[in-house]
């Protein structure tokens, strides 16, 4: 399952990389912008006459193709992360200690005891 998740996170990159060029070589609504800087015309000269048409429907193919494959890595990930059983990709789980006993103190105090009284001779 994760050589799949792997193969799909690189076709997103990719899918993630065409939309982007192809979303800066449409021409803008007002003929500017970005598109006629990054050569608007050249757009013109390999497509033909119906660049605006081809962009704009590689545009949504790329789109629809983009959020399907972050759908589905999403969706593989909550599958990987409910059924992995060994702990190699998650973090320890650390145990808290119990709390220390109330700390001695460093001196031990010594209570005075009356000293036996000496016996009398007689």
């Known amino acids: 399952m994760s050589i799949l998740i792997n193969i799909f996170t690189v076709v997103l990159l990719f899918v993630s990389g065409f939309l982007i060029l192809v979303v800066l070589m449409q021409k803008a609504k007002s003929d500017g912008g970005m598109g006629a800087a990054l050569g608007g015309g050249a757009t013109e000269a390999a497509f033909g006459a119906d660049t605006g048409n081809v962009l704009t429907n590689a545009t949504i ?6 959020f399907v494959l972050c759908f589905g890595l999403y969706l593989g990930q909550i599958y990987m992360v409910k059924h992995h059983k060994d702990e190699g990709g998650r973090l320890p789980t650390i145990k808290v200690p119990a709390a220390p006993a109330a700390p001695a103190s460093a001196a031990p105090t010594a209570v005075p005891t009356a000293a036996p009284a000496p016996a009398a001779k007689p």
Do not use: N, R, V
């Not at 193919?61 to 983009?66: G, L, M, P, S």
């Open 61 to 66: 193919k790329a789109a629809i193709t983009f």
